[in-house]
Nanobody, 121 residues
Framework: QVQLQESGGDLVQPGGSLRLSCAASGSFFNIGTMGWYRQSPGASRELVATITRGGATKYTSAGEGRFTISRHNARNTVDLQMNNLGPEDTAVYYC???????????????WGQGTQVTVSS
């Protein structure tokens, strides 16, 4: 079983920055691709960015150019640096991980509980 715990959400003014962190814990063999999603009120959850175990990154339009995803494999953490935030970035941000609980187990998707980011003056 894998537990993901996000942190770093806060109230920030437009144009400001935040850094979100997510730490994985529990019993697992390894963690593959990790990612950040977000969900605004009344909207569907959307992908922001992903990063493979090897460090290859992908961004959607939600994160391209302003956000940077990074990870530390030894610590089982993934971060999201968010710059030049705007009101449209207000959402609950969720950490996501593809992980195997044992060497021969099928990979499964795990989610954190989310952290609130509010961008407002």
């Amino acid at each position: 079983q894998v537990q993901l715990q996000e942190s770093g959400g806060d109230l920030v003014q437009p144009g400001g920055s935040l850094r979100l962190s997510c730490a994985a814990s529990g019993s697992f063999f390894n963690i593959g691709t990790m990612g950040w999603y977000r969900q605004s009120p009344g909207a569907s959850r959307e992908l922001v960015a992903t990063i493979t175990r090897g460090g290859a990154t992908k961004y959607t339009s939600a994160g391209e150019g302003r956000f940077t995803i990074s990870r530390h494999n030894a610590r089982n953490t993934v971060d999201l640096q968010m710059n030049n935030l705007g009101p449209e970035d207000t959402a609950v941000y969720y950490c996501n991980a593809n992980a195997k609980e044992s060497m021969f187990a099928d990979p499964q998707i795990y989610w954190g509980q989310g952290t609130q980011v509010t961008v407002s003056s």
